[in-house]
């Protein structure tokens, strides 16, 4: 079973619109933390935003904030008033405090910000 | 610190070459992590060291695959007799901690290309 399922390969959305991004996990673990990191066609992989399982409250960066509901398992990525240089691929990844040490990705969402 | 460092970053090479590439983790990092990235997925987790001991490697990484970290700063991942199957961009990331909360830095990525 995939432990990050992101549903959507692809997204258009108009420039200064918000978009939600998702993102489902599975983990059994009660300790866990889930990450976003955008990539560029340059390659690289840009930390965005983290959220603990034990968070009480959602975490927000700027104009990224992650709406974790904890029951159903699902960490989607808000990105407020889009801009052209948010057009990337954007991966949800998790860590588990009782699995490896590495990170798990899912296979992404390629978002595309129209003018 | 300008961050993690990855060469090259791009390979080229023919089939049944031997390959390595370098990562130059961020300096007081203590973890160092080996990703592969095939075009469409996100990416896979392959090892990791703490220091210099690799404590973790994927089924992924097969006996042709071989990582080290000797004084436990830059990193090398070697790979003999390439395949095609071993295209794919190469990511490197570090961390400062074992907790679920510590962010993970990635590089640039070197992208290999087996002909």
């Known amino acids: 079973a995939q432990k990050i399922t992101q549903t959507q390969p692809g997204m258009f959305v108009q420039e200064k619109e918000a978009v939600t991004l998702d993102c489902t996990y599975d983990?059994?673990?009660?300790?866990?933390?889930l990450f976003w990191y955008k990539q560029p066609s340059s390659g690289e992989m840009i930390f965005l935003i983290y959220?603990?399982?034990?968070?009480?409250q959602n975490a927000t960066e700027g104009r990224y904030s992650l709406n974790f509901q904890k029951a159903r398992k699902s960490a989607n990525l808000v990105i407020s008033a889009s801009q052209l240089g948010d057009s990337a691929m954007y991966f949800c990844?998790?860590?588990?405090?009782?699995?490896?040490?590495?990170?798990?990705f899912g296979k992404g969402t390629h978002l595309i910000i129209q003018p | 610190d300008t961050g993690v460092s990855q060469n090259p970053r791009h390979k080229i090479t023919k089939r049944g070459q031997n390959v390595t590439f370098r990562c130059d983790p961020i300096?007081?990092?203590?973890?160092l992590y080996w990703y592969r990235q095939t075009l469409g997925q996100g990416p896979e987790f392959l090892t990791y060291?703490?220091?210099?001991?690799?404590?973790?490697k994927s089924r992924l990484l097969s006996d042709r695959f071989s990582a080290e970290r000797p004084k436990g700063s830059f990193s090398t991942l070697e790979i003999q007799r390439t395949e095609q199957g071993d295209s794919a961009m190469y990511l490197c990331?570090?961390?400062?901690?074992?907790?679920?909360?510590?962010?993970?830095?990635f590089g640039s990525g070197t992208r290999l290309t087996v002909v």
């Open positions: 990331a570090s961390s400062s901690g074992a907790l679920v909360d510590y962010g993970y830095t």
């Open positions: 959220q603990g399982s034990y968070d009480q």
């Open positions: 060291f703490q220091n210099e001991a690799q404590l973790e």
């Open positions: 300096s007081e990092h203590n973890r």
């Open positions: 990844a998790m860590r588990e405090r009782g699995g490896a040490d590495g990170l798990t």
């Open positions: 983990t059994s673990d009660p300790s866990y933390g």
